[in-house]
């Protein structure tokens, strides 16, 4: 089993910067995939970012360019870097983690975190 912890959400105000961290542990040696999801109220879960353990990265394109998703595999950690923030990322944020490759599919993650809840003010 593995075990995801998210920390770093908040409130900010739009144009501004926040950046999530996601700290793994337990059988850590499985995962290649890990990455982001998110959820706003009344919205389905979306798919926001991901990184592969060879450090390839993909992205939703409502984020392409202002956000990225990188990894520290030696901590196990994964991280979300939210730029020029919008209104319209206010979510919680879900980190995720997969032994397989690449997808934006919410199923081919085994493992979730517990959420944080991102606010941005317009």
């Known amino acids: 089993q593995v075990q995801l912890v998210e920390s770093g959400g908040g409130l900010v105000q739009a144009g501004g910067s926040l950046r999530l961290s996601c700290a793994a542990s337990?059988?850590?040696?499985?995962?290649?995939?890990m990455g982001w999801f998110r959820q706003a109220p009344g919205k389905e879960r979306e798919f926001v970012g991901a990184?592969?353990?060879?450090?390839?990265?993909y992205y939703a394109g409502s984020v392409k360019g202002r956000f990225t998703v990188s990894r520290d595999n030696a901590k196990n950690t994964v991280y979300l870097q939210m730029n020029s923030l919008e209104p319209d990322d206010t979510a919680v944020y879900y980190c995720?983690?997969?032994?397989?490759?690449?997808?934006?599919?919410?199923?081919?993650?085994?493992?979730w975190g517990q959420g944080t809840q991102v606010t941005v003010s317009s």
């Open positions: 995720v983690a997969t032994a397989l490759t690449y997808s934006a599919f919410a199923q081919s993650y085994d493992y």
């Open positions: 337990g059988r850590t040696s499985s995962l290649n995939t």
């Open positions: 990184i592969a353990w060879n450090g390839a990265t």
